[in-house]
């Protein structure tokens, strides 16, 4: 059995992982974890390992507090599974960096649907393609950070495809009348838009133009069981095996 904890217990994102834990018959729920307390909740990692044996944590916090949530992880011999988004590129190098040197590992994943890690990689392969490209997510009104880490991972991987390629060629100057009117822009010029609305879970729409045509790679999450079966894929992978994984399309 794999002992897990899940640190955001008692967020909606964490009561889904709790269930899921609970049902498979390979892991034990050894943990749930979050500030909001309660008679079988801790308040955090350090105190429930004082208590209990934890092999391998999920979070689904803030991103305030996922990047010293994984270093505690890491340096304590626990494998952290993280699905919060929000860490920078120079922590995602900082945790690579440490997973390696304790040989812990660790599995960083921007998203645990099966349905968007295949449109990340239908997009990486369309990049090869199409000059112009930009990004659409779509979030609910409670999610903090901007621009998902779902769309980062999508802008990279396109960009890591066509290294030194710009995907507003042929643009003409452009004034923004109202700053940030189109997007920020990341990796290869590819634009950004967030948009966040009560109503969504998650959603995300990547378009290429070229002249005489459109493609549109469209993911929508439509309810939050729709991440488990990754989630558990994720834990099983981690416990199995000594490596940094950033993104799930690496263990599929």
Do not use: W
């Not at 967020?11 to 079988?40: F, P, R």
């Not at 040989?103 to 199409?130: D, Q, R, W």
């Amino acid at each position: 059995m794999i002992r897990v904890a899940v640190c955001g217990s008692c967020g909606k994102m964490g009561q889904e992982v709790v269930k899921a834990v609970s049902e498979d018959k390979t892991l034990e729920l050894v943990a749930k974890i979050d500030i909001c307390g309660g008679n079988d909740i801790f308040e955090s990692i350090k105190e429930a390992l004082k208590e209990i044996k934890i092999d391998v944590l999920i979070d689904f916090t803030q991103p305030k507090s996922i990047f010293e949530n994984a270093k505690y992880c890491i340096n304590n011999g626990i494998r952290p599974v993280i699905g919060t988004t929000g860490l920078s590129d120079e922590q995602v190098e900082e945790l690579k960096s440490l997973s390696k040197e304790k040989g812990v590992s660790c599995l960083i994943a921007p998203n645990f649907t099966t349905g968007a890690v295949l449109m990340m990689m239908f997009a990486k392969e369309a990049a090869k393609f199409f000059d112009n490209a930009e990004i659409i997510e779509l979030h609910h009104n409670q999610k903090k950070d901007a621009p998902s880490g779902t769309a980062i991972k999508t802008a990279q991987l396109m960009g890591g495809k066509c290294e030194n390629k710009s995907f507003v060629t042929g643009n003409c100057e452009e004034t923004e009348l109202i700053e940030g009117s189109r997007g920020g822009v990341s990796y290869n010029d590819i634009h950004i838009h967030s948009v966040r609305m009560p109503g969504y879970i998650a959603s995300q729409e990547v378009i290429f133009g070229a002249s005489g045509q459109i493609l549109k790679i469209r993911h929508d999450s439509m309810d939050r069981t729709c991440y488990m079966r990754g989630v558990v894929m994720a834990i099983k992978h981690v416990m199995n095996n000594n490596d940094f994984v950033y993104g799930l399309e690496n263990i599929l």
